[in-house]
């Protein structure tokens, strides 16, 4: 399929897990680079793998749960998030597990991806700030001339 | 699998009544894989389960969400009730307007919801199979039996050959409902007379080209055989001469849970009340070259009650949901879903109410649904001969699911090639004013349906009784257990700390709770991130 994506993740009605609705909120009143897409991925898990198979970049956005409870933007990968998925496949299986089986079950090569994180409380500031993150990754490596900032309403 | 684990003394009033019981576990095991909205809690004497609860442990609300809503509104929400099963849900909601609004969908708007069920149909059972069924052959407790290598090569969580292929080929099937629906899960294309999308002929060549490979997978995988030689099987004969036939089929995910199937007794596992309801599925075109296995029936899966064989018409009259055991405002006996209510209460009275689900009852008894009721509503031969002998058990209606893809497969086939590019996909309908509607049909893993009301264009009235309420139902008015507690009693537990047995059983309804909370987390368990 091609692109640069941004998956955001969650339950908008859940507070602690409505961080990557709000980004998609957000990024959804911004003027998106050109070869951006924007995707809302809701809780689908598993299923998002097609967004991710063939895409030319990737960022995932979604609440993290912290033991520290700070607040604010953290991007990890998923290299990093492997020792997050559960043990085993579940209707509830989300982010972590897709992440996890990635390597595995693209079909085409595995694209670049990252993971922005809100912890804690997902006020505006931050929501902003993971907005900004998620633009500055996806447009890595892109060419000049596709780059740009955005421009929000 | 972990569980919780209450040790008792022996029971002073079974001594009195001349039964002596050694050793008593209570167990509560959340059953994480099957789905972690689903706790499992089981009494076990001398190894046995003597009873059990099942406890669906988040409220739903959906159709609260609904009432004041416009009359489409549910066309857009119901399906977000599952991820798994959202196309059935988009079928049901937008039958239930069809009866409203008067309206009947043309025959390829029917084939098109067909296919899109279908497909959802076909690429749960395979992922329900390789990822959630076969993952316990390769649990710790087989580690000594000779079958444990093999099911840990192939369906080891994340890395299994056979798990790791069931994804990328399910994702590749996923793609025909994205097609025709614009996207998955979670689709709103279909409405009351009929979709909303008129695929082109690439679409539908693209369709069908996804369709083969698919087939060509799980003929190579999961069954080492054509369809055509599968559908030579019509007996228990037929069956076993099929895993002696070739090393192909002993070799196949089917023929590696047949063997270990009867290593591991899943033939007397899980035996339950043996009531199976379908409510019928996949309403057949008058011009479609499929036939309905039962004369006179317009239906791929006709309706039918079934006490075992003995069959009876389906009335949908006679579906009541009860609450005496559940999270709800009491009222007495059970009520019709079009009289039904939503109103949470969560009791101080432990033990009495101990589920989110409610309980729904068929004619007054507790009912199973899934593919097993499905295939013997459609007259299948081998399970016909199945359930006579050895019966209504884990085994059979495992193999239920993991062989309804090849009944749905040429199905599939051929309404794709009866759609023609310009098909007419959508008739107008009376405006939805005011109505009563009713939308039944088969879901992935059985019988679902909706009662809607609509009033002044708003929906006064909503109530979705799922099939995993039907199977994973708490007792009922009459303290009568839902399907899954009953099959769970009798079940062995060789080992109260990996219960494993209860995963067998419970496993083979294939269940599905609702699933709406989760978050990425950093700092506990094994890794540095958890969820």
């Known amino acids: 399929m091609g692109g640069r994506r941004i998956i955001c993740v969650g339950n908008r009605y859940v507070p602690r897990d409505a961080a990557g609705p709000h980004v998609l909120e957000h990024l959804a009143r911004c003027e998106l680079p050109e070869g951006v897409e924007l995707i809302d991925g809701g809780l689908a898990g598993l299923d998002l793998l097609r967004f991710v198979d063939g895409a030319e970049r990737v960022v995932f956005v979604d609440a993290l749960d912290t033991e520290d409870q700070a607040a604010g933007v953290q991007v990890t990968s998923p290299a990093e998030l492997s020792g997050a998925a559960p043990p085993a496949y579940g209707h509830g299986a989300g982010l972590a597990y897709l992440l996890a089986v990635l390597p595995e079950v693209c079909d085409r090569p595995l694209p670049p991806v990252h993971v922005v994180g809100v912890a804690g409380p997902a006020g505006a500031r931050v929501i902003r700030d993971a907005a900004d993150t998620a633009l500055r990754l996806v447009q890595q490596s892109a060419p000049a001339a596709r780059r740009s900032s955005p421009g929000c309403g | ?531």
């Open chain 2, 1 to 531: 699998m972990s569980s919780s684990l209450t040790t008792t003394a022996a029971d002073p009033e079974a001594h009195l009544a001349g039964k002596v019981v050694r050793e008593r576990h209570t167990l509560n095991v959340p059953l994480n894989r099957v789905e972690g909205d689903l706790a499992i809690r089981v009494q076990i004497e001398d190894g046995v389960v003597v009873d059990a609860w099942s406890c669906g442990t988040m409220f739903r609300g959906i159709e609260n969400i609904l009432i004041g809503r416009g009359a489409l509104d549910g066309l857009v929400i119901t399906p977000r009730v599952c991820g798994i099963c959202s196309t059935a849900h988009l079928v049901a909601a937008a039958r239930a307007l069809n009866a409203i609004s008067r309206v009947e969908p043309p025959p390829d708007a029917v084939r098109i919801q067909n296919v899109a069920l279908a497909v959802e149909m076909v690429q749960s059972d395979v992922r329900q199979t390789m990822l959630m069924y076969l993952p316990d052959f390769a649990n710790p407790a087989y580690e000594s039996r000779p079958f444990h290598e093999t099911a840990v090569h192939r369906y080891a969580p994340m890395k299994g050959s056979s798990a790791i292929e069931s994804i990328r080929w399910s994702k590749r099937l996923l793609e025909i409902v994205a097609i025709l629906g614009g996207q998955w899960p979670h689709s709103s294309y279909m409405v009351p007379g009929g979709v909303v999308t008129v695929p082109s002929a690439a679409d539908l060549l693209q369709c069908r080209s996804l369709l083969a490979g698919f087939r060509r997978w799980y003929e190579r995988q999961v069954l080492g055989c054509p369809l055509e030689r599968w559908h030579q099987v019509r007996s228990r004969a037929d069956l076993d001469s099929w895993l002696e036939e070739r090393p192909a089929h002993r070799e196949s995910d089917l023929g590696f849970f047949l063997q270990v199937a009867r290593v591991l007794g899943l033939e007397q596992l899980g035996r339950g009340h043996a009531n199976l309801l379908c409510v019928g599925g996949f309403p057949l075109p008058p011009d479609c070259a499929v036939p309905c296995p039962r004369p006179g029936g317009a239906e791929l899966m006709p309706p039918g009650f079934y006490r075992r064989l003995e069959q009876a018409p389906f009335d949908q009259t006679r579906v009541e949901e009860h609450v005496k055991h559940s999270w709800y405002v009491d009222y007495p006996g059970g009520r019709h879903p079009s009289a039904g209510e939503t109103r949470p209460y969560a009791s101080g009275d432990e033990g009495g109410k101990y589920s989110w689900a409610k309980a729904p009852r068929y004619d007054g008894q507790p009912a199973e649904t899934g593919p097993l009721a499905e295939l013997l509503s459609m007259r299948d031969p081998l399970t016909l001969e199945l359930v006579a002998e050895p019966g209504v058990t884990a085994f059979t209606r495992q193999l239920a699911r993991l062989t309804r893809p090849a009944v749905l497969l040429p199905v599939l086939e051929t309404w794709l090639a009866e759609i023609p590019p310009d098909a007419t996909c959508y008739v107008p309908g009376a405006r939805l004013e005011t109505g009563v509607g009713i939308g039944l049909t088969e879901a992935t893993r059985g019988a679902l349906g909706h009662w809607v009301e609509i009033a002044h264009g708003r929906i006064v009235s909503y109530q979705i009784v799922t099939p995993t309420a039907w199977n994973g139902s708490p007792r009922d008015a009459s303290d009568v257990r839902g399907p899954w507690e009953e099959a769970l009693v009798g079940t062995p537990v060789g080992n109260p700390a990996n219960p494993v047995e209860l995963g067998h059983v419970v496993r083979s309804f294939d269940p599905c709770l609702v699933c709406t909370v989760h978050a990425l987390g950093k700092g506990r368990g094994a890794g540095p991130w958890t969820l």
